[in-house]
């Protein structure tokens, strides 16, 4: 009776600890990125999108690590958002949330630069990563993750990241 209790709390711990793993494997998901009634999302083809949101303040384009034509970086006032070239088109890579002049500027949740970590955790929910330096959400059917970088428990940078 001993062996049988002692194995089954032995199973008991097993599934516990597996359930336990720090890297949390669920589609967390999250909005794309929103600014100025315009939905930016990571894939999409870019020409649209940049046509919509206007004036940008600096432009820069690069050789493709990712397409197979230029990388191209429109920044705005409080963010930026880098492109990817693929057979004639431009499509979004990346937008990135690296300053807090524009206070207006946030995720559809409502974090912004100068955010503290627990706001993050309050209004996005359970990461699959997190450390000090960085909270992570993964949508696994979208191949992009949301990225906020931290110092001292603060947001400092806001990323949305194609990934594959």
Do not use: W
């Not at 990388?71 to 963010?79: A, G, I, M, N």
């Not at 209004?123 to 949301?146: C, M, R, S, W």
């Amino acid at each position: 009776m001993k062996k049988l209790i002692a194995l089954l709390l032995g199973a008991l711990m097993l599934c516990a600890m597996a359930s336990c793993d720090n890297g949390n494997e669920e589609n967390t998901g999250f909005r794309p990125f929103v600014v100025g009634g315009v939905t930016v999302t990571l894939d999409a083809e870019a020409e649209p999108i940049i046509a919509s949101l206007g004036a940008y303040v600096a432009f820069a384009e690069t050789g493709s690590c990712y397409g197979d034509d230029k990388d191209k970086v429109y920044q705005y006032t409080s963010y930026k958002i880098q492109t990817y070239s693929n057979e004639g088109k431009d499509y979004i890579l990346s937008v990135e949330i690296f300053d807090d002049a524009d206070t207006s500027i946030a995720t559809p949740e409502g974090i912004c630069i100068g955010d503290s970590a627990e706001d993050v955790l309050n209004k996005h929910g359970t990461p699959n990563v997190q450390t000090e330096q960085q909270i992570v959400y993964f949508d696994y059917d979208n191949d992009a993750k949301l990225q906020i970088l931290l110092r001292d428990g603060v947001v400092t940078n806001i990323q949305y990241l194609k990934y594959e």
